[in-house]
Nanobody, 116 residues
Framework: QVQLVESGGGLVQAGGSLRLSCAAS????????MGWYRQAPGKQRELVAL???????NYADSVKGRFTISRDNAKNTVYLQMNSLKPEDTAVYYC??????????WGQGTQVTVSS
């Protein structure tokens, strides 16, 4: 089992920045990737950014150049630095972790609201 706890969401004005954190605990062996998805009201959950166990990253086109995903292996924590935020970035952000055996875990979500 893996537990994921997100933090760092909140309300920010357009153009501002936030940093999300996701602390993982439990069985941390054989991890494929960790990352972030988001879900806005009335929309499907969508990929924001992923980072693999080898350090490769993948971003949604809508956040490239504005968001940066990183990790601290010693702390089992992944971060999402979000700069130049836009109102359309408003969503609940979910941390995710996928194991090599395809088991996928999700955090409880953290709200990000960007005002115009």
């Amino acid at each position: 089992q893996v537990q994921l706890v997100e933090s760092g969401g909140g309300l920010v004005q357009a153009g501002g920045s936030l940093r999300l954190s996701c602390a993982a605990s439990g069985n941390m062996f054989s991890i494929n990737y960790m990352g972030w998805y988001r879900q806005a009201p009335g929309k499907q959950r969508e990929l924001v950014a992923l980072i693999t166990s080898g350090g490769s990253t993948n971003y949604a086109d809508s956040v490239k150049g504005r968001f940066t995903i990183s990790r601290d292996n010693a702390k089992n924590t992944v971060y999402l630095q979000m700069n130049s935020l836009k109102p359309e970035d408003t969503a609940v952000y979910y941390c995710t972790l996928k194991k090599a055996n395809s088991l996928t875990y999700w955090g409880q979500g953290t709200q990000v609201t960007v005002s115009s």
